[in-house]
């Protein structure tokens, strides 16, 4: 029968010990590796297999003396004796650091820092700058004010309630905003370990039960000039020498975005060929948008062109036009409508007033038509028929005719 060991090693073999295993009895062993390394490790067995827990280095500064590596080894028998996995232990030990190291994290981290770590992640992939503004805006103005400073980890939804409530009604477009922008936030901190449970934002199953949906509520939308008083209007604009006055008029004949509009560049302009591209970075649906000019749109352009700047329409101090410049020019003239609106007033003249096929008109907006297969077979832009509608439209508006809407005839046949 072997001998068992106890204390076989001494403080000089553990420091000649060649590569290898070398066992002190009880359970103790010194493992010495090729490189020199050496260190300390409790072998028990658990349910038949032998296991090892490492006790720490034996050689170098700080090792563990090979008295300390006895007593190390003397506490996790009696644990394994009393039936405790030293191995369990360890990682339960591990993990609860961990998770106190986390918590104290998620208990310092509020929804401002949390707001502003998801828009420094994410503001990179949103093309439009005015979409990263409105993100910024909306939390600074409606929810930073209540919840703000509060732990992120503890947001419920009586906080969220506190947001939106006051706003819901009056407000339903910017509260919904608000609601979602919320929402991505709680679940963006959930991700990364902030906060635990379900999303107090959540619109489907939560807050649908306790806010009324927004078909309920008044929508809000862009108030629009009716367009049988658009050809006074633009008679009106040809008045006024202001920069806006020709950029709302050009806004207008094109039908498009405002921003899209401000933006603008001359290395988007081909005069010779009469076309405004507008680059997939600047439209909505990320998709390059063609715009057929037409002469009147041709002719504010080369006014435009007198003003010696990149822009189309440069602003009074550099840079481009400001965003609010043709909304101020609106309510100079007392107009109760928003820029945005005169894409409506185009959109009932074509339905309205002329024979153009729907999705003419639609894509002349440069809104996204029928579903993922019918987008699949339709490679073209109806460019031509949309050029011929443009040009239709610029008369309409030139045609300085105020009675309402005896304006572009009927054509004989669809487009």
Known sequence: MPRKLHNALTSLAVKGAKPGRHADGGGLHLLVKETGARSWVYRFMLNGKARDVGLGSAAGAGAMSLADARLAATALRLKVKAGTDPLAERKQAAADAAAAAQAAIASSMTFRDAAETYIGANEASWRNPKHRQQWRNTLASYVYPVIGDLPVATIETANVLAILEPIWKDKAETASRVRGRIETV???????????????ARWRGHLAQILPARSRLTRGHHKAVPYGDLPALVTNLHGRKATAALALEFTILTACRSGEVIGASWTEIDTDK????????????????RVPLSPRALAILEEANAFGSKWLFPGAIGGNLSGMAMAMLLRRMKVDATVHGFRSAFRDWAAECTGYAHEVAEMALAHTIGDKVERAYRRGDLFGKRRRMMDDWAKFCMSGNTGGASVTPLRAYQL
């Open 186 to 200: 709680l679940d963006s901190a959930k991700a990364r370990g902030y906060r635990q449970g379900e999303n107090p």
């Open 274 to 289: 009469a076309v405004w591209t507008i680059p997939a970075s600047r439209m909505k649906a990320g998709k390059e948008h």
